[in-house]
C-alpha cells in the first residue's frame, strides 16, 4: 500500500478508537454524516434516474405498442377510397411489415342515462393485430366477433360487436355483453335537417392497456359496421404500417408519402409525442440537478470533517515533515482521506439505490392515478450508465471538497507547529 493511502486510511480508523477525546467524537461524528449524506444523495440519484428512465421506456413502449409505427393518411378529401390496391402495393415497400386499414370517427356511448366520448375505428382484426398490440389487451371477453366471418349480419336485425377501453366502460357502467348506443354527429339529411345516425352495438370485449389515453376513449368496430356508421361505404381514414425498425419511422414515412402520390401525408409514433419525450427529457436533467444537492451538501460536510482534521493533526503533520514527508505527499494524504469517505459513501449509495429501483421494477408496490400520469403503477428502470456517471459527479464533487484542506495540510510549517510542543 503506499504511504499516502496507509495514512489516510490510519488516520480513519484511529477516530473510531480514540473515542475519549471530545474533539475525536466531533470529527468522527461528522465524517459519518459525511458517510450517509454521500450515499443518500447517491442513492436517491440512482432511484430518480431509474423512474425516469421507466417512465420513459413505458411511455414509449405503450405508445408504440398501442399505436403503429407510421400512418399514412389523405390531406385532400374526405379520406382514401379504392384503398385495397395502394395499401397492397404500399405493404411491399422497403422496411414495411405490415399494414392495416383504418376509419377513425367521434362518436357517442351511451349505456342508459350514463355516456361518454369515444373514438372509434373500424379495423379488420387479422391486419390490425399486425401493428398494434390494443386488441392484445382484452382482458375480458373477446375480441374474435370482430373477424369478418363472425360478425353478426345487421340486415338480419342482430347486434353488430364492439370492443370498448375499460375506463370507458367504467364510466359508463357497461360490461361484456351490454349494449350500447352509439351515436355519430355524421348524421342522414332528412327534410327535418340532418339527423345523427345511431345504431346499438353489443359490448363482446373490454381492453385494458394501462394507459389511460387509450382506456378511457377508444374503442373497435368491424370496418364494414364502422362504414354503415359513418355513412362512408368503401372508405378508410387512415393506413397503419408496422416497420422493422421504429427509428426509421421518419424516412419510411417520406418513402411512403412518395410512392402514395400528392395529397397523402405520413406522420410517425416521433413526431405525434415529440413534446411528452421532450419534457421527459427535461425532466431528467431537473431531477439530476436536484438531487446532486444533496452530494454537494454531503461534500461540504467532507470539507469540514477534513478542516477539522487538519487542525487536530497539526503536530502529527509537523512531525512527519520532519522526518522528510514533503508537502505533496501530506496533500495527498488528506486528498485520498476524503475520497475514502466519498467512495465508501457512494458505494453504499449505489448498493441501496440499485436495490430499491430492482425491487420497485419487480413488485410495482407503487400505484398511479393513470387518469393523471398516463401509466397506473410508477416504472423503474436502473441503468449501468447512471451509475458511471452518479460516482462520477459524487467523486469529483468530493474531490472539490477536499483541495482546500489538504492544500492546508501541506502549507503547515514544522517549526511553527512544534515550538509549543
Sequence with gaps: MRFELFMAARYLRARRRQTGARGHRVVGLVTAISVVGVAAGVAALI?????????????????VGATAHVELLRVAGDGIRNWQPLMAHLGTMPHVTAVAPGLYGQVLISRGARSGGALIKGIVPQDELKVGDLLQSVRQGTYAPLAPDESPDP????????????????????????SVLVTSPQGEMTPIGLV???????????FSSG????????????????????????LISIMSFRIDDLYKAEEVGKTLEAAAGPGFQATNWMEQNRELFRALKLEQYVTFIVLAMIVVVAALNILIALTMMVMEKTRDIAVMMSFGVSAEQVRRIFLLQGML???????????VGYVASVLGSHYHFIHLDASVYSIDT?????????????ATVSLGVALLATLYPSSSAASV???????YE
Design 211 to 234: 394507459f389511460y389515453q387509450y382506456d378511457s376513449s377508444y374503442a373497435f368496430m368491424r370496418l364494414s359496421d364502422a362504414q354503415r356508421l359513418f355513412i362512408e361505404p368503401d
Design 413 to 419: 510549517l514544522p517549526a511553527e507547529a512544534l515550538r
Design 155 to 178: 340486415s338480419a336485425g342482430a347486434i353488430p360487436p364492439i370492443v370498448i377501453g375499460g375506463d370507458l366502460a367504467t364510466s359508463i357502467g357497461a360490461q361484456v355483453g351490454d
Design 47 to 63: 432511484v430518480a434516474l431509474a423512474i425516469t428512465n421507466g417512465m420513459r421506456r413505458d411511455l414509449q413502449d405503450r405508445l
Design 341 to 351: 469517505i466519498s467512495a465508501v459513501g457512494t458505494a453504499l449509495g449505489l448498493v
Design 196 to 206: 345523427p345516425k345511431y345504431q346499438r352495438f353489443q359490448i363482446v370485449g373490454i
Design 378 to 390: 410508477l416504472p423503474f428502470a436502473p441503468r449501468f450508465t447512471d451509475a458511471l456517471i452518479v
